[in-house]
């Protein structure tokens, strides 16, 4: 079965630090993604990375693709209490193409 | 507009009954899904339709039936409900395979 693990599980800063949180797998991934989801909403799509090493911006967030494509990380420059919420990071899953699987899920609380 | 909307919000009822949650999207995706959300925030893919057809049926009681009277319509239908399947029900949609998906706000459903 395929997992994602995501670390930390939990994380709380003060307003203006930095922080990463972390998506790894023991399987390759076809490509990444990227969700935040607000208390009572649902998650919404930040991102998606496809190619092994590659970076984008967004903002204040920076994301990053393995170049092996088994791991990706999320780096947030100087967190607001708006960064505050769940983030998961999700895959296709490789016994299904309309499948995903999400991962484990960093809940980040940034305080003022 | 909501892009992909559910109703109820919130939804409290006894064990033993059944319920309905409906979903509509108004993106012209052509997947719609069905995600159950724990305690600890872990989601997992129930079901999927792909213009109207069924193409994923996790390992879920078959007192749930989905059903998708067109691309922009999925609904779940719970029989029999219990304890264990209180959680936050999320629809989501997609247009293919890589572009990721569009979720709903997600239906609360507390048995008691």
Redesign the interface.
């Known amino acids: 079965t395929q997992l994602l693990e995501q670390s930390p599980q939990f994380l709380s800063i003060q307003e203006g630090e930095n922080l990463t949180v972390y998506c790894n797998s023991s399987s390759v991934f076809s ?1 990444l ?1 990227w ?1 935040r ?1 607000e208390p ?6 930040l991102v ?1 990375v496809v190619t092994g090493g590659e970076v984008k911006k967004l903002k204040r967030l920076t994301f990053q693709f393995g170049d092996a494509r088994k791991d990706s990380s999320l780096h947030i420059t100087a967190a607001q209490p708006g960064d505050t919420g ?1 983030y ?1 990071c ?1 895959t ?1 899953s490789t016994s ?7 991962g ?2 960093t ?1 980040l609380k940034v305080l003022a | 507009d909501t892009a992909v909307s559910q109703t109820p919000k919130y939804l409290v009822t006894q064990m033993g009954n059944d319920k309905s949650i409906k979903c509509e999207q108004n993106l012209g995706h052509d997947t719609m899904y069905w995600y159950k959300q724990d305690s600890k925030k872990f989601l997992k893919i129930m079901f999927s339709y792909n213009n109207k057809e069924l193409i994923i049926n996790e390992t879920v009681p078959n007192r749930f039936s989905p059903k998708s009277p067109d691309k922009a319509h999925l609904n779940l239908h719970i029989n029999s409900l219990e304890l264990g399947d209180s959680a936050v029900y999320f629809c989501a949609s997609s247009q293919g395979k890589v572009y990721g998906y569009t979720f709903g706000s997600g239906t609360r459903l507390t048995v008691v």
Do not use: D, M, N
């Open positions: 490509s993604q969700y989801q009572g909403e649902g998650p919404v799509l998606t769940l998961l999700a296709r299904g193409t309309y499948k995903y699987i999400f484990t899920g809940r």
